[in-house]
């Protein structure tokens, strides 16, 4: 089946830990994204990449990185910089950047213990 | 600064019943409007998306409308199913950033038996 999957579903690191999400899509998309959704609000932009070793930050990129390596995969890494790491983590993908539909993942719930 | 505002925050109707969800923005320049149904712990899936030619867009019993003039969009939800109990994303997209997407905070809506 196409589509984009996110892995693990949940997932707990210790502080001080660096952690690395998956994405991976098969749906031969150009854009990928990387939101983080908090209780309360809404999603906001980590970072986002429009094509194979390219990639921008977002407006909460501190504390994160990422890679693209192969244009069917986009990890996100939450290192021990970012202060407040526990959250739902959201991929997404689309043809391209621009008004096109965006298709998202299953999530990541990300807990610090 | 852009933003998009949803209301009402919560809404609690009875199976069958239909309803109206709120989205206001102030996002310019304007490229395109869509609505995500978001359900608890998972991705947010893809509803409608309209762009400025667009007033109007249906897809089964969810009917979305969008008035570029007031910035203003609407989500109507026809004979409401217990099925549809989950959070509405109101999402706006940037004409000069197609990858700018602007996210409401999201309506949670409660079908009760």
């Known amino acids: 089946d196409g589509g984009i999957t996110q892995s693990p579903k949940y997932l707990f690191r210790k502080e001080g830990q660096n952690v690395t999400l998956s994405c991976e899509q098969n749906?031969?998309?150009?854009?990928m994204y990387w939101y983080r959704q908090d209780p309360g609000q809404g999603l906001r932009l980590i970072y986002y990449?429009?094509?194979?070793?390219?990639?921008q930050k977002g407006d909460i990129a501190e504390g994160y990185s990422v890679s693209r390596e192969k244009k069917e995969s986009f990890p996100l890494t939450v290192t021990s910089a970012q202060k407040n790491p526990t959250a739902f983590y959201l991929c997404a993908s689309s043809i391209r950047t621009g008004g096109t539909e965006a298709f998202f993942g299953q999530g990541t719930r990300l807990t610090v213990v | 600064k852009n933003q998009v505002e949803q209301s009402p925050q919560s809404l609690i109707i009875l199976e069958g019943k239909n309803c109206t969800l709120q989205?206001?923005?102030?996002?310019?320049?304007?490229?395109?409007l869509r609505w995500y149904k978001q359900d608890t712990g998972r991705g947010p899936v893809s509803l409608t998306i309209m762009t400025f030619s667009e007033n109007t867009k249906s897809n089964g019993r969810y009917t979305a409308t969008l008035d570029a003039d007031t910035k203003q969009s609407s989500l109507h939800i026809t004979a409401s199913q217990l099925s549809d109990s989950a959070s509405y994303i109101c999402?706006?997209?940037?004409?000069?950033?197609?990858?700018?997407?602007?996210f409401g905070e999201g309506t949670q809506l409660t079908v009760n038996p």
């Open positions: 999402v706006v997209g940037e004409e000069t950033s197609g990858s700018r997407l602007t």
């Open positions: 989205c206001n923005y102030t996002v310019s320049p304007f490229s395109n």
């Open positions: 749906l031969n998309h150009d854009a």
């Open positions: 990449s429009q094509i194979v070793n390219d990639f």
